[in-house]
């Protein structure tokens, strides 16, 4: 099978299985252990404030990270209709919003599941995947965005991609987990525990539970 | 303690001890104390005082120099943290628990010289003796654990007048029997202020251990003392650091996140004042802050206020003749520490950091400065090229904003005045703001941080401390107690905490004070602060004894941020934002005794009284 193919089925099973919990409670869930994760994982001084519902959306502002004085705040109705503000906060003024992601799920998007579901190869592909593929896959979904975005001002770091094509809410929040660690040797440990997390659970097409999903590494 | 390995570590200045921690966290300045101290430990065999201000970085140093040298004190004293009173016998049993461990320790529990009642009491193998010895320090709390301890005291008591020959025999056996020296470390002397009477029942036993190779471990004004037991003794001074030490600390507690702090970096180690703990409060206060204030410059000047009021508000204060004399010329005399009656200046200066000794200048005089923190509050005439004053300067210039656009002004007395305020009566701040000052401390179980908040009406003191444990529980379970501390004639505070914290697994100990406590009590917490220094604590203390209690705690005030409780509940909470939390938190709840299940109990809690309170 043509590895393209293979890579299209695990993209698809690597966001069904570990970014798209399903129903209010999951999604809670998930995004409680996502926040409960960022202060061990970036080791940073404390922990952002928990997420709550605001006009039945579920809201949070991730405050944590200081590497790049950054913060943001998602806003997540459903898994087509998310935003997230990027916000930048210099030494001298009031919160700047530097950007804002905004996935609009009425608009059309590429319907990858309907065509791959129509061609019914999954059994084949998972066969034929390899811990190489799947690092493929996560580096597209999460390492290096194929589209991505970097910051040149006010501050200036190539390593930091910010994914400019993720429809998914929850791989966006956790593409921005690695990308806004400032520690390299814990983002590439991070890619390693991914790569074997999601064999695992492809092939027992298992969904991985959010605590699992956020473990941090303990390579470093 | 657990330590990030790239990322940020502030733990309130916990001394380091481990080879991890001082691979990862400490400054090597290869300064004259640690070449001195690791000469002593090497070749000499007489005592030593090695002493240096609150927060210098003394118990680091030491700690240091043991473990580079891969080797340990024979027996250590921990006269600020072992003791359980204030009186010449309880430290005498201090001295002898250490002893007799090790003795048990190297198997020597039948040599002859120990007398057959105390062998008696503590049984007749090495192991029955080190289960004894931990009874009598009251390691766990229980009747026959007390009762030992009142026999083994009493037994102390019986013979006080010679426990200094005693100790000397015993000393003498084990150095026969090792065929060595033996090294002995007096840790913890830097908590007792030259002149105390709890100081003064110690001066036996530091005549007794001056006769071996002993560590002191003393405040810079002790090396300034002119006491018998001490005349001849070598001292070794810890100055306070380089701003430059100090900002290498600071960068290596930053990790990979320095490079975003470089401004604010500089400006905390200039206002650290070169005490190293000084400097890890402010970035933890500044940490903290800067998630809740819209600019970093906000941020530096509340956190410069929180720790002022901390370490400084209501405190004894030096005599203003000496402040202004020290500013203007830079230098102190510290011949005037050991002045009879000078407990009100230079001492009580130096002791409670409001000077900072840099540097020996000649014969009894050091350059000393003012410490940042104060310094604008105390003294009327700053002039513009005052070293903090210039970076604020710089940082308002690099961060694109004018002077007077910062939060203070610092070319006007604004800001001198707000940190007067904080030295005379510390504002009151609401229950949120409380929680942005402790964020990084209460909500998570890693820290060991200390609160006290100060409070007028019990009620609505409950109701917070309800929301406190509530958010404490966030993210990670966490167990509270709250117990009522009085002072009574059978028990002292300090006891009836050290009770409480072995009773139970706890992870938050959250204390009320009843009641006015005696001076005698509050010298006993505030000389044993090193007992809480591994808990999470919140103290609550009725606001009306908040200035009595603060001016006796110099050193233990070093370990807690301090607050004062603004009572009106309902310009905080809203009942708005308490009913969206427990929305998402009830769908988490899945069990009893968890931290969600804690969470949304506590936070029902406070969502009634606020009812109550607003509908009546």
């Known amino acids: 099978m043509d590895e393209d193919v293979v890579r299209a089925y695990l993209w698809e099973d690597i966001i069904r299985l570990g970014?798209?919990?399903?129903?209010?409670?999951?999604?809670?869930?998930?995004?409680?252990?996502?926040?409960?994760?960022?202060?061990?994982?970036w080791e940073v001084s404390s922990f952002p404030d928990p997420p709550t519902v605001s006009n039945s959306f579920l809201v949070a502002t991730i405050d944590s990270s200081c590497a790049t004085s950054m913060s943001y705040e998602y806003a997540i109705e459903n898994h087509k209709k998310y935003t997230v503000r990027l916000i930048h906060t210099p030494a001298s003024t009031d919160r700047d919003i530097m950007w804002m992601h905004d996935m609009d799920g009425t608009y059309f998007s590429f319907p990858n599941q309907f065509f791959l579901?129509?061609?019914?190869?999954?059994?084949?592909?998972?066969?034929?995947?390899?811990?190489?593929?799947?690092?493929?896959?996560?580096?597209?979904?999460?390492?290096?965005?194929?589209?991505?975005?970097?910051?040149?001002?006010?501050?200036?770091?190539?390593?930091i991609r910010i994914g400019g094509g993720l429809l998914n809410p929850f791989l966006y929040l956790f593409h921005l987990r690695i990308q806004l660690c400032p520690n390299s040797d814990r983002r590439s440990a991070e890619r390693d525990r991914l790569i074997l997390l999601f064999e695992a659970a492809i092939k027992g097409n298992a969904i991985i539970p959010p605590g699992e999903l956020m473990r941090v590494p303990s390579a470093i | 303690m657990k330590r990030n390995r790239f990322g940020i570590n502030v733990d309130e200045g916990l001394a380091l001890t481990t080879s991890e921690e001082f691979e990862l966290l400490f400054v090597d300045t290869d300064s004259d104390a640690k070449k001195r101290l690791q000469e002593w430990l090497k070749?000499?065999?007489?005592?030593?005082?090695?002493?240096?201000?609150?927060?210098?970085?003394?118990?680091?140093?030491?700690?240091?120099?043991?473990?580079?040298?891969?080797?340990?004190?024979?027996?250590?004293?921990?006269?600020?943290?072992?003791?359980?009173?204030?009186?010449?016998?309880?430290?005498?049993?201090?001295?002898?628990?250490?002893?007799?461990?090790?003795?048990?320790?190297?198997?020597?529990?039948?040599?002859?010289?120990?007398?057959?009642?105390?062998?008696?009491?503590?049984?007749?193998?090495?192991?029955?003796?080190?289960?004894?010895?931990?009874?009598?320090?009251?390691?766990?709390?229980?009747?026959?654990?007390?009762?030992?301890?009142?026999?083994?005291?009493?037994?102390?008591?019986?013979?006080?007048g010679l426990l200094g020959n005693f100790f000397t025999s015993l000393i003498k056996k084990i150095e026969t029997l090792k065929k060595s020296s033996v090294v002995l470390f007096a840790s913890g002397v830097d908590k007792f202020e030259p002149k105390t009477t709890a100081y003064f029942a110690l001066t036996d036993i530091f005549q007794a251990l001056v006769a071996h190779k002993t560590l002191f471990e003393v405040n810079a004004v002790h090396l300034f003392s002119d006491e018998q037991w001490m005349r001849k003794l070598e001292r070794i001074v810890v100055p306070v650091s380089d701003i430059e030490q100090v900002t290498v600390m600071l960068k290596k507690r930053l990790g990979d996140y320095a490079d975003a702090y470089t401004e604010e970096i500089s400006l905390i180690a200039e206002y650290s004042g070169g005490i190293p703990r000084q400097g890890l409060r402010l970035l933890d206060s500044f940490l903290a802050l800067q998630k809740q204030k819209p600019n970093k410059s906000q941020a530096f000047f509340q956190a410069v206020e929180n720790v002022n009021r901390d370490f400084f508000a209501f405190s004894q204060r030096p005599e203003n003749a000496l402040v202004q004399s020290v500013n203007k010329t830079k230098l102190l005399e510290t011949t005037l520490i050991s002045l009879p009656g000078d407990i009100e200046t230079a001492q009580r200066a130096v002791f409670g950091n409001w000077f900072l000794l840099k540097r020996h200048v000649d014969e009894s005089r050091w350059e000393a400065i003012l410490n940042p923190l104060i310094k604008e509050s105390l003294i009327d005439d700053i002039t513009p090229e005052e070293p903090e004053r210039a970076l604020l300067k710089e940082?308002?210039?690099?961060?694109?904003?004018?002077?007077?656009?910062?939060?203070?002004?610092?070319?006007?007395?604004?800001?001198?005045?707000?940190?007067?305020?904080?030295?005379?009566?510390?504002?009151?701040?609401?229950?949120?703001?409380?929680?942005?000052?402790i964020s990084s401390a209460l909500l998570s179980k890693q820290r060991a941080d200390r609160i006290i908040v100060a409070f007028e009406n019990?009620?609505?003191?409950?109701?917070?401390?309800?929301?406190?444990?509530?958010?404490?529980?966030?993210?990670?379970?966490?167990?509270?107690?709250?117990?009522?501390?009085?002072?009574?004639?059978?028990?002292?505070?300090?006891?009836?905490?050290?009770?409480?914290?072995?009773?139970?697994?706890?992870?938050?100990?959250?204390?009320?004070?009843?009641?006015?406590?005696?001076?005698?009590?509050?010298?006993?917490?505030?000389?044993?602060r090193d007992s809480f220094f591994d808990k999470q604590l919140l103290w609550w203390i009725p606001k009306q004894e908040l200035r009595r209690y603060l001016e006796r705690w110099t050193q233990l005030r070093q370990f807690f941020q301090i607050y004062v409780l603004d009572e009106d509940l309902a310009k905080s909470l809203s009942i708005e934002e308490i009913e969206?939390?427990?929305?998402?938190?009830?769908?988490?709840?899945?069990?009893?005794?968890?931290?969600?299940?804690?969470?949304?109990?506590?936070?029902?809690?406070?969502?009634?009284?606020?009812?109550?309170?607003?509908?009546g």
């Not at chain 1, 995004?31 to 994982?41: A, I, M, P, T």
């Not at chain 2, 090495?126 to 026999?151: C, G, M, T, V, Y």
């Not at chain 2, 938190?585 to 606020?610: F, G, P, Q, R």
């Open chain 1, 19 to 41: 970014f798209s919990p399903a129903g209010t409670k999951k999604q809670k869930n998930w995004l409680f252990q996502y926040g409960k994760s960022l202060r061990e994982f």
């Open chain 1, 117 to 159: 579901s129509n061609l019914n190869h999954r059994r084949t592909a998972v066969q034929e995947m390899n811990s190489a593929i799947i690092g493929n896959v996560l580096d597209s979904l999460i390492m290096h965005p194929a589209p991505h975005q970097h910051i040149e001002s006010p501050l200036d770091n190539h390593d």
């Open chain 2, 43 to 160: 070749y000499d065999d007489k005592p030593i005082l090695f002493g240096g201000q609150i927060g210098c970085g003394k118990t680091t140093l030491i700690e240091y120099v043991f473990n580079d040298s891969d080797t340990k004190p024979d027996i250590t004293f921990h006269f600020d943290k072992n003791s359980l009173n204030l009186s010449s016998t309880d430290s005498w049993a201090i001295v002898f628990t250490e002893l007799f461990r090790y003795f048990a320790s190297n198997g020597l529990t039948d040599v002859e010289i120990i007398p057959a009642e105390y062998k008696d009491l503590l049984g007749d193998t090495p192991a029955a003796w080190h289960e004894s010895l931990s009874q009598i320090r009251l390691e766990s709390f229980s009747q026959s654990a007390i009762d030992k301890n009142k026999d083994f005291n009493n037994l102390l008591e019986s013979t006080l």
């Open chain 2, 395 to 437: 940082y308002a210039r690099q961060t694109g904003i004018s002077e007077t656009g910062l939060e203070f002004d610092i070319t006007q007395a604004g800001w001198q005045d707000t940190l007067l305020d904080q030295l005379e009566k510390p504002i009151e701040l609401n229950v949120t703001e409380i929680l942005d000052g």
């Open chain 2, 580 to 615: 969206s939390d427990l929305d998402f938190m009830s769908d988490l709840v899945e069990s009893d005794e968890t931290a969600s299940s804690s969470y949304v109990e506590n936070l029902k809690i406070v969502l009634n009284y606020l009812k109550e309170v607003t509908h």
């Open chain 2, 458 to 528: 019990k009620v609505v003191a409950n109701a917070v401390r309800k929301y406190l444990e509530a958010k404490s529980n966030t993210y990670e379970y966490q167990v509270w107690s709250h117990e009522i501390i009085e002072e009574s004639a059978e028990t002292s505070p300090l006891v009836k905490m050290l009770q409480c914290f072995s009773e139970k697994p706890v992870d938050v100990h959250s204390f009320e004070f009843e009641g006015q406590f005696s001076q005698y009590a509050l010298d006993e917490l505030n000389l044993r």
